[in-house]
């Protein structure tokens, strides 16, 4: 009995893989970048939100695997459609946001975190990050209303 099951999990496994999504990793040209107020912040933001927020999306071997790659694929989706370091030639709206979500520990997501340690952030690079961010022009909260 076990060993149907086991059987099935492994064919059903096998079989996701077949499905498309997920496996493009592509990483469209960067046209332009934010005036960064500093190298430092720059390379704080490339560290804890440049996976999912540029075209400098590193993917490991791991997101090439179903169903992880089908996660990965949507928080790369989702990311870079809400906010694109590599992309400041379009509007970015959600920019104004950037140094609450650090504040309140939504950015980067929980979840990212455990494989990703050079992401976490210490309270200090938290505060040096949303800093710099103050300075660039483009992140100047517009009191919209998310
Ligand atoms: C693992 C992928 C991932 C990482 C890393 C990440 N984000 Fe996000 N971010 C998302 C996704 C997906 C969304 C859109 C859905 C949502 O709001 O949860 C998002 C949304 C946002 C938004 C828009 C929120 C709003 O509603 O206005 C901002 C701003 C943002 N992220 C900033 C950051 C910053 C700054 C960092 C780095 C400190 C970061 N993110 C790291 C995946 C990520």
């Not at 149907?4 to 499905?19: E, N, P, S, T």
């Not at 920019?95 to 997501?109: L, S």
């Not at 660039?136 to 919209?144: A, I, L, R, S, Y």
């Amino acid at each position: 009995m076990l060993l149907r099951i086991l059987r099935w999990l492994i064919a059903f496994g096998v079989l996701i893989q077949l499905i498309p999504f997920g496996r493009q990793h592509t990483n469209p040209a960067v046209v332009r970048e934010p005036a960064w107020d500093s190298p430092q912040t720059r390379d704080l933001a490339k560290r804890a939100c440049f996976d999912c927020h540029s075209n400098e999306t590193v993917w490991p071997w791991y997101s090439g695997i179903a169903p992880v790659s089908w996660l990965t694929q949507r928080d790369v989706n989702g990311g870079r459609s809400h906010l694109n370091f590599s992309e400041w030639n379009k509007p970015q709206r959600h920019a104004p946001h950037a140094a609450e979500e650090i504040q309140k520990g939504d950015m980067p997501p929980w979840f990212y975190l455990p494989m990703h340690a050079a992401a976490r952030l210490t309270e200090a690079e938290k505060a040096s990050l949303i800093a710099g961010f103050q300075k660039m022009p483009g992140f100047e909260d517009t009191d919209e209303k998310h």
